[in-house]
């Protein structure tokens, strides 16, 4: 049984970094050829991808965010982590984490979801 779990403070000040952890279970992230992803949802807007990092490490960032947005993994610990500087009000969103395969963008499962709010 596949499963994800978004982790990281729920608000964050404007201009410090926004940190978010995805933990895997049921699947290791290293597994040919699963991507893991993340998409965020603005208040009022669509689902917006950010970006990715393949089992081999590889990082994939949407042009858009890739100033401010670096993904990583921790393989030890099954896990996968996103982190947004300079942050501002526009960043305040639901974050999801979920796996697709090969960057095909169709999701297969997803985490819960968490509310991050940018604020002083």
């Known amino acids: 049984q596949v499963q994800l779990q978004e982790s990281g403070p729920g608000l964050v000040k404007p201009s410090q970094t926004l940190s978010l952890t995805c933990t895997v279970f049921?699947?290791?992230?290293?597994?040919?050829?699963?991507?893991w992803s993340w998409i965020r949802q603005p208040p009022g807007k669509g689902l917006e991808w950010m970006g990715a990092?393949?089992?081999?490490?590889?990082?994939y960032v949407d042009p858009s965010l890739k100033s401010r947005t670096s993904i990583s993994r921790d393989t030890s610990k099954n896990q996968f982590s996103l982190r947004l500087s300079s942050v501002t009000s526009e960043d305040t969103a639901v974050y999801y984490c979920?796996?697709?395969?090969?960057?095909?963008?169709?999701?297969?499962?997803w985490g819960q979801g968490t509310q991050v709010t940018v604020s002083a």
């Open positions: 990092i393949g089992y081999s490490g590889n990082t």
């Open positions: 049921g699947v290791p992230i290293t597994m040919n050829y699963y991507a």
């Open positions: 979920a796996r697709d395969y090969s960057l095909n963008t169709q999701y297969d499962y």
